[in-house]
């Protein structure tokens, strides 16, 4: 190996565990938010009331806040898409006696506004706690399933390392949205899922290159072999990221608002399942003492059983 070749793998065990402590900030700062802000749950899980309608011109937010709060309590929640045209008020079950759409018909027949109803939603308690229920039931499954697929695929520190960097993307994905008061609902649990399944797949990709070079090279420096595995798996890695970010942008801006909380979760999670397939997944194997010796030792344990 040459001098230019031992300089640039340095370089890059440099960066590794450098974006690996930001990783590990990252996380700190993500479970203050959750600790501090919680999620802000939507009617999926917490019960209410969804009225969707529409006006022919365009408002501005502020001001359809300001009409609508001479007809709901003060604890209602207004979005709006199609560039202020289409609004979403979401109701809390607590409004009782508000909570059917009683309320837009006075609305309409009282303002100068042109409004058209378009949907009303009634989601019981009971039935948001069966979701929260059945979305975390859905999501521990999803875990504990690869973690058994991990211990079976890779030696134990390598599977840590994959683990780790599934609960960091999931984590960072959870504290935007505790501190951005992100609306959380059935589509992003979905997106969650989603997010496991490909961040996985980073990171087993560059725990297969690992696992390669190690049993080819049986005398080489760990820190060089993951170099080698990150460098022979970069460009594959963006390449895939890249196309799927552009299909996650597609979705935000034109699917509209209903699925904008879903692009947001599946756009920061591309990120940082890409970021953690190389700051985590292969930067803690290391740190738990993985040397080219502990997969010949499994190879030689595996061709011994009778």
């Known amino acids: 190996m040459n001098n230019n070749t031992i300089k640039s793998t340095s370089r890059i065990s440099k960066f590794r565990f450098a974006s690996f402590y930001f990783a590990a900030v990252l996380i700190a700062i993500s479970l203050f938010g959750l600790v501090k802000n919680g999620l802000n749950l939507g009617l999926d899980f917490t019960g209410g009331y969804l009225t969707e309608f529409s006006t022919e011109q365009p408002i501005a937010q502020e001001n359809m806040q300001q009409l609508l709060s001479r007809y709901l309590p003060a604890d209602f929640q207004l979005s709006a898409a199609d560039n202020g045209t289409h609004w979403s008020v979401r109701q809390t079950e607590s409004n009782i006696g508000q909570q059917q759409s009683s ?54 520190r390598l599977a840590a390392g994959s683990v780790v960097a599934l609960v960091h993307d999931v984590v960072i994905v959870l504290g935007i949205f505790a501190w951005f008061k992100i609306s959380f609902d059935l589509t992003i649990v979905a997106s969650l899922l989603a997010i496991i399944g490909y961040s996985l797949n980073d990171s087993i990709i560059v725990g297969d290159k690992v696992r390669e070079i190690i049993m080819r090279n049986k005398d ?45 979760a599946l756009f920061t999670g591309i990120l940082v399942g890409t970021y953690s397939s190389i700051a985590i997944s292969a930067t803690v194997p290391q740190i738990l003492g993985l040397t080219a010796e502990h997969y010949h030792k499994q190879a030689q344990d595996i061709c011994t059983l009778p």
Request: aromatic content about 8%.
């Open 220 to 264: 080489g420096d760990i820190d060089n072999i993951i170099d080698q595995a990150i460098k022979s798996t970069l460009v594959r890695t963006l390449i895939t990221s890249g196309t799927t970010i552009a299909t996650v942008l597609a979705i935000g801006l034109f699917a509209g608002e209903s699925l904008q909380g879903f692009a947001i």
């Open 103 to 156: 309320w837009l018909t006075e609305f309409a027949q009282q303002s100068d506004l042109s409004i058209t109803p378009q949907d009303a939603m009634y989601i019981g308690s009971q039935v948001g706690d069966e979701l929260i229920d059945q979305g975390g039931l859905a999501l521990l499954t999803a875990v504990i399933v690869i973690l058994v697929y991990l211990s079976l695929r890779f030696e134990w």
